[in-house]
T-cell receptor
């Protein structure tokens, strides 16, 4: 069965620090990869997605992610975080029929 | 355009009761998926419907069921509620086919508490 691992469950950063959240998946075939964000009290929102092509994808709010097929990874990055980026971040993989397999999430706390 | 609408937003039930949750997808979206979110298990896929047909189902007991209507609105039902069913139930919609098939838009969820 497909699985998604997010290695960091909690991350604490100061404002202006750089962010990198790890995500690894287990599936040998073609995958669609996603990062979603859940701000406190709000619904899940799509940050970015990778279907094919350029492995470096850019999403909303200055986030980007790099797909490395050989490492089965899809890490999320942001050069400089702000307090407003405090949220829970979920990596997800789709292998067909709109079934997303989510990672356990990473809670990011950005201290002002 | 309006997003994914879920009702009710909050509800409290007791063990043994049943509950029905509703989801109205984004206009034009024909696929509706349901997920359960709990602190312990995270986000888990329940099932997905497209054009009134269930196309995929997760590993949940038969107490969890769903359906989709001709207008793409969907309902999920949980019968004989257990304490462990307390969770945030999320609905997501997508085009269901073509290039946008796998891009899900989530609703705010229905938070179920079972006492």
């Amino acid at each position: 069965a497909q699985s998604v691992s997010q290695h960091n469950h909690h991350v604490i950063l100061s404002e202006a620090a750089s962010l990198e959240l790890g995500c690894n998946y287990s599936y040998g075939g073609t995958v669609n990869l996603f990062w979603y964000v859940q701000y406190p009290g709000q619904h899940l929102q799509l940050l970015l997605k990778y279907f094919s092509g350029d492995p470096l994808v850019k999403g909303i709010k200055g986030f980007e992610a790099e797909f490395i097929k050989s490492k089965f990874s899809f890490n999320l990055r942001k050069p400089s975080v702000q307090w407003s980026h405090t949220a829970e971040y979920f990596c997800a993989v789709n292998t067909g029929f709109q079934k997303l397999v989510f990672g356990t999430g990473t809670r990011l706390l950005v201290s002002p | 355009k309006a997003g994914v609408t879920q009702t009710p937003r909050y509800l409290i039930k007791t063990r043994g009761q049943q509950v029905t949750l509703s989801c109205s997808p984004i206009s034009g979206h024909r696929s509706v998926s349901w997920y359960q979110q709990t602190p312990g298990q995270g986000l888990q896929f329940l099932f997905e419907y497209f054009s009134e047909t269930q196309r995929n189902k997760g590993n949940f007991p038969g107490r969890f069921s769903g359906r989709q209507f001709s207008n793409s609105r969907s309902e999920m039902n949980v019968s004989t509620l257990e304490l462990g069913d307390s969770a945030l139930y999320l609905c997501a919609s997508s085009l269901g086919e073509g290039s946008g098939a796998n891009v899900l838009t989530f609703g705010a969820g229905s938070r179920l508490t079972v006492l």
